[in-house]
């Protein structure tokens, strides 16, 4: 599966951005998909994920801000940001996990990354 990460921007703290994920290559509903980041300075992190039977999992410092959500008919993942705030900047990366990558526990592929930039 080849990833494609768009939807970054700068935004207010407090606005909001939605990002995308489209997916091409491979059958898309049999992935796991979801969202890291890496702030500046910062080790990579996990923020959302949703499996292929659509659960979802948050990391804490975005629950009840952040929603995942798939299209399965257009293979795509998206990342609805709500509430922004300045610690939110970061390079967001999407991943798909096919069913055997999700079986020993890697990320099957990657997207470029889209950078996201919170202002106070």
């Known amino acids: 599966v080849q990833l494609q990460a768009s939807g970054g921007g700068l935004v207010q703290a407090g606005g909001s951005l939605r990002l995308s994920c489209a997916a091409s290559?491979?059958?898309?509903?049999?992935?796991?998909m979801g969202w890291y980041r890496q702030p500046p300075g910062k080790q990579r992190e996990l923020v959302a994920a949703?499996?292929?039977?659509?659960?979802?999992d948050y990391a804490d410092f975005v629950k009840g801000r952040f929603a995942i959500s798939r299209d399965n008919t257009k293979n795509t993942v998206y990342l609805q940001m709500n509430t922004l705030k300045p610690e939110d900047t970061a390079i967001y990366y999407c991943?798909?996990?096919?069913?055997?990558?999700?079986?020993?526990?890697?990320?099957?592929?990657w997207g470029q990354g889209t950078l996201v930039t919170v202002s106070s």
């Open positions: 991943y798909a996990q096919s069913p055997w990558a999700a079986m020993i526990g890697i990320k099957t592929s």
């Open positions: 290559g491979g059958i898309f509903s049999d992935n796991n």
């Open positions: 949703i499996g292929s039977d659509g659960t979802t």
